[in-house]
């Protein structure tokens, strides 16, 4: 027999599932935190970009690879958007010199239809490229699986 459910078990139940809806942006930093990275062993931009991600609170796991374009073509990165590196951080693709914070901002949003973002070559300035007394301007680009594009970030 089914005992009614009395206010103390419905409080319980409700501070629970509170507590677990506070929790939302923990989990979204606890996603963020695994990353993987993969780069070519000779790229000094890259390893900058994995110091920037670490001084962001990030845990990157870096795997070198000689197969950089076959890696990028099984993850769906388009062409035209294509930089040195690419990383995966939850479901998504990471291309390129992509700050921490929008790395970050993805995954705690989620926007729907999107498989990754990119920061297309090498811009001056970004994570990784910084160069004395230069500084491009930049977007980062969210792509869907189906090649829709959008600016998800102006740097």
Same mark, same amino acid.
């Given at each position: 027999?089914?005992?009614?459910?009395?206010?103390? &078990?419905?409080?319980?139940?409700?501070?629970?599932?509170?507590?677990?809806?506070? @929790?939302?942006? &923990? *989990?979204?930093?606890?996603?963020? +935190? +695994?990353?993987?990275?993969?780069?070519?062993? +000779?790229?000094?931009?890259?390893?900058?970009? #994995?110091? =920037?991600?670490?001084?962001?609170?990030?845990?990157?796991?870096?795997?070198?690879?000689?197969?950089?374009?076959?890696?990028?073509? %099984? *993850?769906?990165?388009? %062409?035209?958007?294509?930089?040195?590196? &690419?990383?995966?951080?939850?479901?998504? #693709?990471?291309? @390129? =010199?992509?700050?921490?914070?929008?790395?970050?901002?993805? *995954?705690a949003t989620k926007p729907? @239809?999107? *498989?990754?973002?990119?920061?297309?070559?090498?811009?001056?300035?970004?994570?990784?490229?910084?160069?004395?007394?230069?500084?491009?301007?930049?977007?980062?680009?969210?792509? %869907?699986?189906?090649?829709? &594009?959008? #600016?998800?970030?102006?740097?």
């Amino acid at each position: 027999m089914n005992d009614p459910i009395n206010r103390r &078990t419905m409080l319980a139940a409700l501070l629970k599932a509170g507590a677990l809806v506070a @929790g939302l942006p &923990t *989990l979204a930093r606890a996603e963020a +935190s +695994s990353i993987t990275v993969y780069k070519d062993p +000779s790229c000094g931009c890259c390893t900058k970009w #994995v110091e =920037h991600l670490r001084a962001a609170g990030l845990k990157p796991v870096v795997h070198d690879r000689n197969d950089m374009d076959a890696l990028k073509d %099984s *993850l769906g990165v388009p %062409s035209a958007l294509r930089a040195c590196h &690419t990383a995966v951080a939850g479901k998504y #693709v990471i291309e @390129g =010199h992509v700050p921490a914070a929008d790395l970050t901002r993805l *995954l705690a949003t989620k926007p729907k @239809g999107v *498989l990754g973002l990119a920061v297309p070559d090498m811009p001056a300035g970004s994570p990784g490229m910084e160069m004395s007394g230069r500084r491009d301007a930049y977007d980062v680009v969210a792509f %869907s699986a189906n090649g829709k &594009t959008s #600016v998800f970030a102006r740097h």
